[in-house]
């Protein structure tokens, strides 16, 4: 059995499991058989399943007193977690891979160099030992710098790197960089450091802490709210009033140009009615959007 049918045959317990709450083993046997998904499904291959299933996204299949099996900790796959990105990507890597015939029928995003430095970053990221990078931003020279890596992000389809540099936290983009090798040096992550919560007062991966934290409130015209219900752009986001014609959000956040031009996306669709240096702030970049044209 290969790998990559191992893998295939775990997203589809995962898949099936999840879309029924509780189901015994015999009809997830039943439906293996009618989706082809190899042989019998005997107890002995289920259970290797469940301990695979375990080792790559950290959930938990029990049984109940009526022998029905279901994941007793699915919140291991809420947003922004390792396994919740780990489950999509293998997912739709399976899709794809199962749709060969009408590939010519899928469009994807091109994604920016720089993915071929993941390996050796994610692994100084678990042994804990500095980056030497060589690096250039836009319209700048190369720089040379060797930083203590924290955090990978991925963002806008680009990967960046959160790191310590001896002296401050900054954010690079593996796109611009042009070599990283991994040092012999090591280094100590201090223990109460939390991404999450290094991330969690900003929209992107922009971070500035003489950006003060603002409460903004937004008005979403038409169907404009939908799609923020529907894709909140913060995790403090909460609709305070609703009306057949807009609805307003609120936000607590520390508004850096990520989140500025993210508001600028929706175009007449969303207002910014406070705090008021914000709303004169887009005020003046959409008056020299104009004087551009």
Not at 9 to 33: A, D
Not at 217 to 238: D, M
Not at 260 to 279: A, S
Request: net charge negative.
């Amino acid at each position: 059995m290969t790998q990559s049918n191992t893998i295939r045959q775990c997203l589809w317990l995962i898949t099936t499991i999840r879309q029924n709450g509780r189901i015994t083993l015999k009809k997830l046997q039943e439906k293996w058989t009618a989706d082809k998904m190899g042989d019998v499904l005997f107890r002995s291959s289920f259970n290797r399943y469940r301990d695979k299933i375990f080792e790559l996204f950290g959930l938990v299949m029990d049984c109940d007193e009526k022998y029905q099996y279901y994941f007793a900790n699915p919140n291991e796959l809420t947003d922004h977690t390792i396994e919740s990105w780990l489950l999509s990507t293998m997912t739709v890597n399976v899709a794809l891979a199962d749709s060969q015939t009408v590939k010519d029928r899928i469009v994807l995003e091109n994604v920016p160099e720089g993915e071929q430095y993941l390996p050796i970053i994610i692994k100084a990221i678990r042994l804990n030992r500095r980056l030497h990078m060589r690096y250039q931003r836009f319209g700048c020279e190369v720089s040379e710098k060797s930083v203590e890596p924290y955090v990978l992000k991925l963002w806008g389809r680009r990967w960046y790197l959160l790191v310590f540099t001896g002296h401050h936290m900054a954010t690079y983009s593996l796109d611009r960089m042009l070599s990283v090798e991994m040092t012999d040096e090591t280094f100590v992550m201090p223990a109460d450091f939390s991404p999450e919560r290094f991330f969690g007062e900003y929209y992107g991966v922009l971070t500035d802490e003489t950006t003060p934290l603002e409460h903004v409130v937004l008005r979403a015209y038409g169907k404009t709210a939908n799609y923020l219900r529907t894709l909140p752009l913060h995790q403090s986001q909460q609709e305070i009033a609703t009306t057949e014609d807009y609805a307003d959000f609120s936000f607590d956040i520390r508004p850096t140009p990520d989140f500025i031009g993210e508001l600028l996306k929706y175009d007449q669709g969303v207002e910014v009615l406070n705090p008021p240096e914000l709303r004169l702030k887009i005020c003046k970049i959409i008056e020299e959007i104009l004087n551009r044209y």
